[in-house]
């Protein structure tokens, strides 16, 4: 007879033996808060003893301005603060508050270094000692200095580390991917785009207007060929008409996807709204838009290119960078750029890649496979 296991003990025990290997391999880092400051522990400096978290006594006694001392043969060392004495015996082991034996084993020696339980620590100097297990946080705090409340101090941890962890993901190289999208093409300038991403091994995304696309089909080709993504951005690009209705919208759609399929043999799926799809993609626009497997994407990094002179192009270069930079500071795992088929942004492109690729980003097409949500209306179905 054949011994089944159940799915969901297996699923346990993978749990498990994952959650014990992890918590075996490594406990994971606590900090101490001072007021409303993290103070600089290295990584393992602060340890986990019986539940306390235990602290290098002499460093964390200068954070709290109290006095050390040490005996002459350096056998004993006393902290003092707020009129209170904690002393350790480093022959006995023993440790005595304000000259009386604790009888408890509370000071630790580890090779040179003496730890103490945080928490006995603050509370025999006059602190407040909360610990904050989301951010795992033991926190110090004195009732005769203001300070935030734990909620505002967590908020404010948490935010710092959200920054850290992106600056270390800056010095280790990595970046978001960065998307290059291309609208109102094809027309004259398209060839001077396509030329600078060859040169440069870069795929870009090109959203196709149908009436241009009428003018130029050879292009819309050359497009495809050279590995780049087509999306849909309407037939006739008129405000006016496009929104009109649920109707004319997804008409002009669905014709310009069947312009493309016709010229390409592949079916586009993505669609970048004129003008962007706030405010003009209504509720029943983008049901209709899910209903028929579309996608909508808006961009997180506009440098209004359309506004930029050809003697100016240095500006859209410079507003790539600074937009570039924002997205980036919002933690965007993906920073997808708006320019447009434009001489001036055809003129800057070449410095906006090199740009780009000297601070370490990588440029990639919109990838069917690989979707991801980028509409203003932050929905998950488009
Ligand atoms: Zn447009």
């Not at 993978?14 to 900090?31: D, H, T």
Request: hydrophobic fraction near 35%; aromatic fraction near 10%.
């Amino acid at each position: 007879m054949k011994r089944i296991i159940p799915t969901s003990v297996i699923c346990l025990l993978v749990f498990f033996s994952q959650y014990l290997l992890s918590a075996e391999a490594k406990e994971p880092n606590r900090f101490i808060g001072l007021h409303d400051q993290l103070l600089a522990f290295e990584e393992g400096e602060i340890a986990v003893e019986n539940g306390q978290l235990m602290v290098p006594i002499e460093k964390m006694a200068r954070y709290l301005h109290a006095d050390i001392t040490s005996s002459e043969n350096g056998q004993r060392l006393t902290i003092q603060k707020n009129g209170q004495r904690i002393a350790y015996d480093r022959l006995t082991g023993s440790t005595m508050v304000n000259g009386i034996p604790l009888g408890l084993e509370m000071i630790q020696a580890k090779e040179e270094t003496l730890y103490i339980p945080i928490r006995f620590l603050g509370e025999m100097t006059g602190f407040e000692v909360d610990y904050i297990p989301t951010i795992r946080t033991a926190r110090l705090t004195s009732v005769t200095s203001p300070h935030l409340n734990n909620a505002q101090f967590e908020e404010k941890v948490r935010n710092a580390q959200v920054k850290k962890q992106a600056e270390v993901k800056r010095t280790q190289g990595e970046r978001p991917v960065v998307y290059l999208t291309f609208d109102d093409g094809p027309n004259k300038n398209t060839p001077s785009i396509l030329e600078t991403l060859k040169v440069n091994h870069i795929q870009g995304t090109f959203f196709l207007v149908g009436k241009q696309v009428n003018y130029f089909p050879e292009l819309v080709q050359k497009i495809q060929a050279e590995g780049h993504s087509i999306g849909l951005h309407s037939m006739t690009h008129e405000r006016s008409v496009l929104y009109a209705s649920t109707e004319n919208f997804m008409n002009e759609m669905n014709e310009i996807q069947q312009l493309i399929r016709n010229l390409t043999g592949q079916t586009s799926l993505l669609i970048r709204a004129p003008y962007g799809s706030y405010p003009y993609v209504t509720k029943e626009m983008r049901s209709s838009l899910i209903q028929s497997g579309y996608k909508l994407w808006d961009w997180n990094a506009d440098p209004f290119d359309w506004k930029i002179k050809i003697d100016d192009y240095q500006q859209i270069v410079q507003a790539v960078k600074n937009e570039v930079e924002k997205a980036e500071k919002k933690n965007n795992a993906h920073i997808v750029i708006l320019l447009h088929d434009r001489e001036a942004t055809a003129k800057a492109l070449p410095e906006i890649i090199a740009w780009l690729k000297n601070e370490g980003f990588h440029m990639r097409a919109y990838d069917p496979d690989n979707h991801f949500v980028n509409n203003f209306y932050d929905d998950p179905s488009l």
